[in-house]
């Protein structure tokens, strides 16, 4: 074995037991959130989020095996904020919303799966929307120098807000498909989130009805392309 093959191996090495320390980590915040243990689960995820906040570490998210569990954390993160730091929410922002979309698109849940990765997705749109509004303008203003046509003139006339108001309508819409059983849990997590006035604000947005559901996606995954190429310099 070749000096290069060793050190490849090492760091193989390291970065599955790493994994396996982030894995661990989300399942616990995940038990520590639902049994309401909350100076626990900010301790867990501090520590989630150190594993994060070093050079390199933008492939444990890539690379993470279930986007909806992590996406969820980043949840977390927003709503039971001890730092109030607008550049860090930021981050934990587009990370989700990196999670959430890299999800929906490689779920295999069928439609009961893709329902509850809109909840979740809403979930995260209510606690940090205004934090994912520096990188979609950034974005916007790139995209507009070209011309880039995956982006409604609207979008460019309007701003950040109007593709998060966009957004936020396509995740009230997705999740129907858990169906009316779900109505009592559908209400639970927007309740825990603080979401229930903003979705009811969201659902009547006729003006949002023209924009096609393809389109958005579009501008979804356009939009986490561009944050998973940050993640990969990271």
Known sequence: M???DFF???NSKANDSQMSKVIALVSNCQKLESSGRIPELQNALFELYSHFNKPGSGRLII???????????????????????????EVWAEDGFYCFMEYLDHQSGGRQGQAQGFLLFFALLCVGRDSL???????????????????????YKLGAQNIIDQISLLCTSGMRDLGQEAIPVVAKVLEKFGGLAYFEQTIHRTDLMKYAPKSIIDKERFIARVIESVLNDF
Do not use: S
């Open 2 to 4: 070749g000096i290069f």
């Open 133 to 155: 509004k520096p990188k979609f303008q950034d974005i916007l203003n790139k995209a507009q120098i070209v011309g880039n046509p995956v982006f409604h003139p609207d979008d």
């Open 8 to 10: 490849k191996k090492t």
């Open 63 to 89: 690379d993470y095996p279930n986007k909806l569990d992590l996406g969820l954390c980043f949840a977390f993160l927003l709503k039971y904020d001890w730092e109030h730091n607008p550049g860090v929410r």
